[in-house]
């Protein structure tokens, strides 16, 4: 678990993608079968790989163009070992991160 303020970003897999979480937003981590079970929001989020934490990750705002492929509000995309992730906000998680059954609109049954 991570303490309330603790710095950089927690970097996970999920379906192919990269993503990264603010580290101080990470109420709990925990294996979940071939995977990882994220506690953020009061939410539960689904990761296939934990890669750590960052802490040195450089952040910038996602492009207005984004909003056509993804409609859902990233809190930043960045770049890391050249591959680009986005960056997630822990007040508007989105859908695809969500574990089967955690509830909400959205949530992802292919990924249990």
Known sequence: MSAPHAPGFLLMRRAGGLWGIANGSVEGLARDGAGYRIQAGGVALAADEILGVVTDLRVYPAAPALRRFWPEEPAGVAVHAGVPLVVV????LPAALRCAGAGGAGEDESHE
């Open 89 to 92: 906000d822990p007040r508007r």
